[in-house]
């Protein structure tokens, strides 16, 4: 079991809904240890319930055929591979963030636009179809434009799946194909009510005994139970907890979620980023365990203690349909986090503007892979900070030299054309100056009258 998610874990590029692709493929096509309908089943699950929606599928095929060592087993060598990768990033962040923050980390905070941008394409394509939730989305957006606040977060969802009610959208299940649950309905009570006394009780304890580990806890585990769609959905719940408090600076925040696209896995690898990069202790390894264990804790509590029960929910018709406004609503939250923070952080100029869109291409129209393009976003963004300088010292008469000497006559010109006030005073300042010198040094062949004597020859005399 370990060594089949492990693979995955390192070949599985894409994010959420790719994963979906490749469990399928290996476990209902290769393996055949489900079939479609009882694999459709457990997606369905993972769907309603909040947290990370591809582990979710993972800890669900590992709890069926394994039992609770089985699913252990599965989450942790699915999530391994990106969770070093990143963990390793931060620790490269923070012993090179001159050189990084200048140069790479801005590539990587455009590549996020076209992430996130692509993510609401494809989401609004599907959960978005007809205009009732097309208007959920967008109110949706607005209520987190305006107050970018957890509050607001779960507002707009609970909001989404009370219109979802109204509309009812959802659709009865015929005949269906049991899938095993690999837990009895007892240990699923039990997870489902230590999920909820978490959930509860973590803020309480948070505020009665302060420090840090215990809030990062609290907010990591918070973000985690009400995260629904997806890892790119994590985005505005994780920037709401760690930027305003000063945890990690938005720009940093930014550049990790954009490594995260580069590396397979789940995109809930991005918490051990920023737990080993926080400002506050712990951090490094400590900090990094403490809110991937904090934030995948809910997916792991909710599939061991629902799919005992899925059976029984799935035929619930109002559930399908308080489910149909809770995705549109999320679509929505995911479109007010493309425009704040990641569009104002990450387009500064014409040329992030032109770098984002070609990323967006790449992956949405030539299909390439997305850690290659992070790649080549990360480099265009750094031959963008670089400007002129990057072709300095190049040979004589070569094309970087001449590129080079274009640049800096440019770049001349431009601020002799923006500082009028500048060339304005340096002019008034010549003329001064020559005021002063005919006043005080007369010419005698210039100044003196013909048929006169001048002051300066009467001396001379």
């Given at each position: 079991?370990?060594?089949?998610?492990?693979?995955?874990?390192?070949?599985?590029?894409?994010?959420?809904?790719?994963?979906?692709?490749?469990?399928?493929?290996?476990?209902?096509?290769?393996?055949?240890?489900?079939?479609?309908?009882?694999?459709?089943?457990?997606?369905?699950?993972?769907?309603?319930?909040?947290?990370?929606?591809?582990?979710?599928?993972?800890?669900?095929?590992?709890?069926?055929?394994?039992?609770?060592?089985?699913?252990?087993?599965?989450?942790?060598?699915?999530?391994?591979?990106?969770?070093?990768?990143?963990?390793?990033?931060?620790?490269?962040?923070?012993?090179?963030?001159?050189?990084?923050?200048?140069d790479n980390l801005h590539g990587l905070k455009v590549v996020a636009v076209a992430v996130v941008a692509l993510a609401v394409w494809g989401m609004a394509t599907k959960l978005c179809p007809d205009a009732p939730r097309a208007t959920v989305a967008?109110?949706?957006?607005?209520?987190?434009?305006?107050?970018?606040?957890?509050?607001?977060?779960?507002?707009?969802?609970?909001?989404?799946?009370?219109?979802?009610?109204?509309?009812?959208?959802?659709?009865?299940?015929?005949?269906?194909?049991?899938?095993?649950?690999?837990?009895?309905?007892?240990?699923?009570?039990?997870?489902?009510?230590?999920?909820?006394?978490?959930?509860?009780?973590?803020?309480?304890?948070?505020?009665?005994?302060?420090?840090?580990?215990?809030?990062?806890?609290?907010?990591?585990?918070?973000?985690?139970?009400?995260?629904?769609?997806?890892?790119?959905?994590?985005?505005?719940?994780?920037?709401?907890?760690?930027?305003?408090?000063?945890?990690?600076?938005?720009?940093?925040?930014?550049?990790?979620?954009?490594?995260?696209?580069?590396?397979?896995?789940?995109?809930?690898?991005?918490?051990?980023?920023?737990?080993?990069?926080?400002?506050?202790?712990?951090?490094?390894?400590?900090?990094?365990?403490?809110?991937?264990?904090?934030?995948?804790?809910?997916?792991?509590?909710?599939?061991?203690?629902?799919?005992?029960?899925?059976?029984?929910?799935?035929?619930?018709?109002?559930?399908?349909?308080?489910?149909?406004?809770?995705?549109?609503?999320?679509?929505?939250?995911?479109?007010?986090?493309?425009?704040?923070?990641?569009?104002?952080?990450?387009?500064?100029?014409?040329?992030?503007?032109?770098?984002?869109?070609?990323?967006?291409?790449?992956?949405?129209?030539?299909?390439?892979?997305?850690?290659?393009?992070?790649?080549?976003t990360a480099l265009g963004g750094w031959a963008v900070a670089a400007g002129p300088g990057m072709l300095e010292g190049a040979p004589p008469g070569s094309v970087a030299s001449i590129l080079d000497a274009g640049c800096r006559r440019r770049a001349?010109?431009?601020?002799?054309?923006?500082?009028?006030?500048?060339?304005?005073?340096?002019?008034?300042?010549?003329?001064?100056?020559?005021?002063?010198?005919?006043?005080?040094?007369?010419?005698?062949?210039?100044?003196?009258?013909?048929?006169?004597?001048?002051?300066?020859?009467?001396?001379?005399?």
């Amino acid at each position: 079991m370990f060594l089949i998610f492990l693979r995955l874990g390192l070949t599985s590029f894409g994010g959420p809904i790719a994963h979906l692709g490749y469990f399928r493929d290996e476990f209902v096509v290769r393996r055949r240890w489900l079939d479609d309908r009882a694999y459709a089943d457990l997606v369905a699950l993972c769907q309603f319930t909040p947290g990370a929606a591809s582990s979710k599928v993972g800890i669900g095929i590992g709890l069926s055929k394994g039992g609770l060592p089985g699913a252990l087993a599965a989450w942790l060598a699915f999530t391994l591979p990106s969770a070093l990768v990143l963990i390793l990033f931060a620790f490269g962040v923070s012993t090179y963030s001159e050189v990084l923050s200048a140069d790479n980390l801005h590539g990587l905070k455009v590549v996020a636009v076209a992430v996130v941008a692509l993510a609401v394409w494809g989401m609004a394509t599907k959960l978005c179809p007809d205009a009732p939730r097309a208007t959920v989305a967008i109110a949706a957006a607005l209520v987190f434009t305006a107050s970018q606040t957890s509050l607001a977060q779960i507002a707009a969802i609970a909001g989404g799946g009370v219109i979802g009610l109204a509309l009812r959208k959802g659709s009865d299940d015929g005949d269906h194909t049991p899938m095993a649950a690999g837990i009895g309905r007892a240990g699923g009570a039990v997870a489902l009510t230590l999920f909820f006394l978490l959930l509860a009780g973590l803020p309480a304890l948070a505020a009665f005994f302060p420090g840090h580990a215990l809030a990062m806890v609290d907010s990591f585990y918070r973000s985690g139970s009400l995260v629904f769609g997806g890892g790119h959905v994590v985005l505005p719940l994780l920037q709401s907890e760690v930027v305003p408090p000063g945890w990690v600076s938005n720009d940093t925040f930014l550049a990790g979620y954009g490594a995260a696209q580069a590396v397979p896995g789940p995109l809930f690898t991005f918490a051990g980023y920023l737990g080993a990069i926080m400002t506050p202790e712990p951090r490094g390894w400590p900090g990094a365990l403490i809110c991937l264990t904090a934030i995948f804790l809910p997916s792991f509590l909710l599939t061991v203690g629902a799919l005992p029960f899925w059976e029984q929910l799935r035929r619930v018709r109002a559930i399908r349909s308080a489910l149909t406004g809770v995705n549109a609503a999320v679509v929505g939250l995911l479109l007010a986090a493309l425009y704040d923070p990641v569009w104002t952080s990450a387009i500064r100029s014409a040329a992030d503007f032109g770098l984002a869109i070609t990323a967006f291409a790449l992956l949405a129209f030539w299909k390439l892979p997305p850690w290659l393009v992070v790649v080549l976003t990360a480099l265009g963004g750094w031959a963008v900070a670089a400007g002129p300088g990057m072709l300095e010292g190049a040979p004589p008469g070569s094309v970087a030299s001449i590129l080079d000497a274009g640049c800096r006559r440019r770049a001349a010109h431009q601020e002799f054309a923006f500082a009028p006030d500048l060339v304005h005073k340096n002019v008034h300042r010549a003329g001064e100056k020559r005021r002063l010198i005919r006043a005080v040094e007369p010419h005698p062949a210039r100044w003196t009258r013909p048929g006169t004597v001048s002051a300066s020859n009467t001396v001379g005399r």
